[in-house]
């Protein structure tokens, strides 16, 4: 109920000391890629591949001569380091009212790094899954760049994709937008070396509206078996940014309340990412995959932890520094306030584009 002002202006109002993100969701896939980044080295990132077998053996008998000619069959791909910035403006009066146990219910520059933060992570995560022509080809390479047939680009890593096929990914169109259990087992057959863990996804990102189809799939079909507890539903992952790479949904997590909260995959995870576009599901292998994090000395390494915020993010949120770096804050010489600024540099790449694919235009069963 509303009290009138004989009570409101006598009565002081109690602020919550935490700011509840109502503006974002998950973001599985940039904070794996964060937590799991490496370091950059030198002026691009080469590595070279195999493009074709020797031609020069066969079989012989006796004293036959064999071919001792020279192949040519090595091909190098090539990434640049690319950058994302996010400011972060403190009023100096603002900081001065704020200041103090007395008047302080929430730390205002606590408030403002953690907004920075969670904007940066959003616009580095609809980069990661761009393919690097937005903001005028400045964007990071994302996966509709490197999960490519030729179709959409027709190059990768400085290497032409109808010369170099390596450099494709498979690209599956949902027929008729329908997802079935073969399109899914297809998709992962395609990237994979039968008997090969290393030379196979090892997970799959997908929307919510796509891993709800999953498990309508895998319920008509049987094909797992739902143990039922008193366990509320706890979301559509048992993967997060903080999980080992490679690591898979345990069986005995597989566990149905009118539905399931993980689901495998031939026995990878698939995992519900907001960020992830409509009607997708990628299948990666994470062995050829990573962001490499270019250190610049003169800025600082920071934590994606949240210091004030609950939400999606403070979830994913770690203690551990990620790829974010940050410029210390500045005073302008002709204004009131001080100004620092977020860094993620680098680039996202992909070692083996081929041992990658994607359904795309999925909307039904």
Known sequence: MAFSERVTSVTYDKII???????????????????MAKRWHGASIKQPIRIANSTSGGSFSGMDTFNVSQTDNTRSMTWYPKSYAQSVVVSGIERAVNSGSDAQAIRLLGNLMDEAKTSMAEGVGTALYGDGTGNS???????????DDGTGSASYAGLTRATYPATKGNVIAATGGALSLDLITGAFDVASAAGSGQESPNIIYTTKAAWSLVEKLMIA????????????IQGYNRVSGKTPTGT???ASEIKGVIGFNAINV???????DDKCPSGHMYFLNEHYLEFDSLQDPELRQVKSSLEVTDGAYSDNSSQVPSFIQMREFLKPTNQYGEIGALFVLGNLICRQPRRNSVITGITKV
């Open 17 to 35: 000391p935490k700011v509840v993100d109502g503006v974002n969701n998950s973001n599985i896939f940039t904070a794996r890629t964060a937590a």
């Open 137 to 147: 080809g400045k964007d990071f390479d994302g996966l509709k760049l490197i999960v």
């Open 221 to 232: 079909a049987s094909a797992i078996q739902a143990q039922y507890t008193a366990t509320a």
């Open 248 to 250: 898979s949904v345990s």
């Open 266 to 272: 031939r026995g990878i995870p698939c995992v519900a």
